[in-house]
């Protein structure tokens, strides 16, 4: 079992930058493949982006290449999203999922964190 926190969301404008933290606890966090998705009103969940075991590889929607960044670091159990050049359209909650490999997220979620873009 895995316990996902978000935090780091809010409100921001146009062309600001956030940074999401997701820390984990519970089994080994350098077992999972960690990634981010996002959920709008009334939209479905999409994928964000993804970083295997050991940060080797990482995969990104094609609307936050360039502008979003993932990162983990294992010694503290946490995942994070840089996120850069913010758009309106990023405005949704963000959760945090663990997971086999970066293409089978989803075996644990976090409970999301609302971020805003204002134009």
């Known amino acids: 079992q895995v316990q996902l926190v978000e935090s780091g969301g809010g409100l921001v404008q146009a062309g600001d930058s956030l940074r999401l933290s997701c820390a984990a606890s519970g089994r080994t966090f350098s077992s999972y493949a960690m990634g981010w998705f996002r959920q709008a009103p009334g939209m479905e969940r999409e994928f964000v982006a993804g970083?295997?075991?050991?940060?080797?590889?990482?995969r990104y929607a094609d609307s936050v290449k360039g502008r979003f960044t993932i990162s983990r670091d294992n010694a503290a159990n946490t995942v994070y999203l840089q996120m850069n050049s913010l758009k309106p359209e990023d405005t949704a909650v963000y959760y945090c999922t663990a997971g086999s490999t970066t293409l089978k997220l989803g075996d644990y979620w976090g409970q999301g964190t609302q971020v805003t873009v204002s134009s």
């Open positions: 970083i295997s075991r050991f940060g080797s590889t990482t």
